[in-house]
């Protein structure tokens, strides 16, 4: 009797720390639904911030991100898919090689996201930005400063392990007897990945770049100085123009703007904004992970 | 598969010489390329982690060096730099007082910056600048020890849930949904926590300052959950099937199954979790910006305002002159954040996992 109930009163606990994380998860949502639902609508959506922040909508910063998660993405998924395809195919697990990068992967995956801005500020705005001042314009600033390139290569950096561990994880699940017909046809190592191994793992680079885009959408910390801009009148038109981004303007309107309370319906409606963008590119991806899964089994 | 082809072509060049070594260079060429340009570019993932270790210590060198320069510069910095945003919104009236008590206490500016960084104040601009890191490693820690506290127990308990208790249907969304908090954004998190946690625990707690250690904190404990959960989850549900087995068979309930025979042969993976969620915590930025409060104060009040390291960062850098001692200083703190966290994925890495193969191989 005595244990009967000791075994009910413990897992009971355990079940209330699920509930409990659940409602955390759920309060999050609701109060944020709540607070930012009758803002959004078109106008929201489609215009500038007007009278210091206190009315108007948040099209660049949306269109920012967009930008900014394009360029990162551009940057990042080639170079993981690649990454990817040396350690599934290439590399021996035990070769020394391919430890230290799957190492140096997790590494990038657990390094703290401002130590990436400290990155970009130090390798692409002051070494590299500056030296390309030196060599193209004679000095004269204009790579040398936060842009809305360095910011998104500095992401690109952040997100790459994403990539390749979905990349990886895509490719192998093709199966082994797909390889050994297109060798056995006489295809080179080579055009066995060209035609085989990448085709089959589309869905796989596709779910890493989602992945990727939705991380890189809702980091803030990497951008804080290497590109992200408080206020715009225009959009970013080149690679060396700064950007407004979601998730900035959420920090910047909700920390240091003068007049909290007038900007509180843009500010859970900026934060509605984001986390409906990144719940729905998670979602996107949740599904198709799961079809690469069904596919292994 | 390489292996194969390779000794496949050696043992029929014996054979037949000259033709398929003809044939060999023709097709192998792009492949003997492929492969030498994929392991170049997968190569530069350990080039990126060299690159972040010399670029970040490369800005945070020069402190060592400007020992001399800094009492001409000194003067220079107060005019130059303005000490705005988050700090003079949140700084509370303690820190105020100090800064007014330096400038008259030291009139002459002597402090070298290399020797002020392990004193108890941070006061980066000021005329005697001081660049004491302690306490804001002293918050840091505080911060740390409250996320822990909150997150470690409560994602553990609901991994034990999940891997042992739940039935396999309720499983399936259970694990989806708590996952669902990884793909948070940290900034929507420190929202949540400035807006509603932090105006909740005030009246719940009736403390002074409403952003403090505590509700970061708790907040930054959030982010970990999901880390911590899925990887005490993996850790429980990789225990061999035959352990609770055995147990089960011997007349255990699930419970002591669960407490007496799988958690504690799920330990180093616990561990692994643990510290991968500290490192996660550490390093946490926006959270800590927004809900921590930015005050540097050397107390150990879990409910005074606390300026974490990476918060540090992220409040000033925007805000320095380049190249200027501040900036190198933040930079030598970015270098510790990340010789910190380094060493922590090391020690996951590296000895709890193998701790993890050890025990499983040893026993099969």
Redesign the interface.
């Known amino acids: 009797m005595n244990r009967n109930i000791k075994d009910t009163v413990v897992e009971g606990i355990t079940g209330v720390s699920v509930l409990l994380i659940i409602f955390i998860i759920v309060s999050i949502l609701a109060v944020t639904i709540v607070g930012g639902w009758s803002k959004l609508n078109w106008t929201f959506l489609s215009e500038f911030p007007k009278d210091g922040m206190t009315r108007g909508g948040i099209f660049p910063a949306i269109v920012g991100t967009a930008a900014m998660t394009l360029i990162m993405a551009i940057a990042a998924v080639p170079f993981g898919v690649i990454t990817a395809i040396y350690l599934a195919e290439y590399a021996s697990e035990k070769s020394i090689m391919a430890k230290t990068i799957r190492f140096a992967v997790k590494t990038l995956a657990v390094v703290p996201s401002i130590i990436f801005g400290l990155f970009g500020l130090g390798f692409f705005i002051s070494f590299i930005g500056k030296n390309m001042d030196i060599l193209l314009s004679g000095g004269e600033l204009k790579w040398g400063q936060p842009n809305i390139l360095w910011a998104s290569l500095t992401m690109a950096l952040l997100t790459l392990p994403v990539v390749i561990v979905s990349v990886e994880e895509a490719i192998k699940t093709i199966p082994r007897e797909m390889r050994e017909a297109s060798l056995a046809l006489g295809a080179t190592k080579w055009q066995t990945i060209k035609n085989v191994v990448l085709p089959g793992s589309i869905s796989g680079i596709l779910t890493g770049t989602i992945l990727a885009v939705s991380r890189g959408a809702g980091e803030v910390a990497p951008i804080l100085f290497t590109g992200a801009a408080y206020f715009l009148s225009d959009l970013p038109k080149s690679l060396s123009d700064q950007f407004m981004s979601l998730g900035y303007h959420i920090y910047i309107m909700s920390t240091q703007s003068s007049d909290v309370d007038a900007t509180l319906p843009i500010q859970f409606a900026t934060t509605l904004v984001l986390l409906l963008l990144t719940f729905s590119l998670n979602a996107v991806a949740v599904t198709l992970r799961y079809r690469i899964r069904r596919r292994a089994k | ?2 292996k194969y ?1 390779i000794g496949f072509n050696k043992r029929k060049s014996e054979a037949q010489e000259k033709l398929v070594v003809f044939n060999q260079k023709k ?2 060429f ?2 003997w390329f ?2 030498k ?3 170049g ?6 080039a ?2 060299i ?2 270790f010399i ?2 210590f ?2 945070a060198f020069p402190i060592f060096r400007m020992d001399k320069a800094s009492t001409a510069t000194n003067t220079e910095v107060l005019v130059q730099e303005s000490y705005g ?2 700090e003079t ?2 700084g509370s009236s303690p820190v105020e007082d100090k800064q007014v008590d330096n400038s008259t206490v030291t009139a002459t500016p002597t402090d070298r910056p290399s020797t002020t960084l392990l004193s108890n104040t941070w006061m980066p601009v000021s005329d005697n600048p001081r660049y004491g890191i302690w306490p804001l490693f002293l918050g840091t820690m505080k911060v740390t020890l409250i996320a822990l506290l909150f997150a470690a ?3 553990i ?2 991994a ?3 891997a ?3 039935k396999p249907r309720i499983r399936e969304i ?1 694990k ?3 996952e ?2 990884a ?10 926590a ?3 946690m932090a105006t909740v625990f005030q009246e719940m707690f009736g403390y002074a300052s409403r952003l403090n250690g505590f509700v970061g904190g708790i907040a930054m404990g ?1 982010a970990a ?1 999901p880390i911590i ?1 899925t990887l005490t989850e993996d850790a429980l549900t990789a225990v061999p099937k035959t352990y609770t087995e055995a147990s089960l068979g011997l007349g255990a ?4 199954t669960a ?1 007496s025979v799988v958690l504690p042969a799920a330990v180093p993976g616990i561990f692994a979790a643990i510290v ?1 969620g500290i ?2 915590i ?5 959270i800590a ?2 809900a921590t409060g930015n005050a540097a104060m050397s107390s150990i009040n879990p409910f005074d305002s606390v300026r974490t390291l ?1 918060a540090t ?2 409040a000033e ?2 805000e320095v002159v ?1 190249g200027d001692t501040h900036y190198s200083v ?2 030598f703190i ?1 270098s510790l ?2 010789i910190f ?2 060493a ?3 020690l996951a ?1 590296f000895y709890f996992k193998n701790m993890v193969i050890r025990r499983y191989q040893a026993k099969k």
């Not at chain 2, 793909?183 to 949540?192: A, C, K, L, Q």
């Not at chain 2, 309930?253 to 002591?256: E, G």
């Not at chain 2, 550490?282 to 926006?286: I, V, Y």
């Open positions: 598969m390489l082809t097709f192998r792009s492949d492929a492969e340009a994929i392991k570019v997968a190569f530069l993932s350990i990126v982690v690159l972040i670029f970040v490369r800005e945003g988050a919104e949140t127990p409560l994602s308990l609901a034990i849930y999940t042992m208790f739940a259970i989806p949904v708590i669902l908090l793909g948070f954004p940290s900034v929507v998190i420190g929202f949540f400035l807006m509603v959030l959950i959960y309930s699930r419970r002591q407490f991968l490192g996660r550490f390093g946490e930025t926006m910006l927004m990476s960062i992220g850098m925007a380049f933040l930079f970015g954040l990340f966290t380094f922590l994925n090391a890495e």
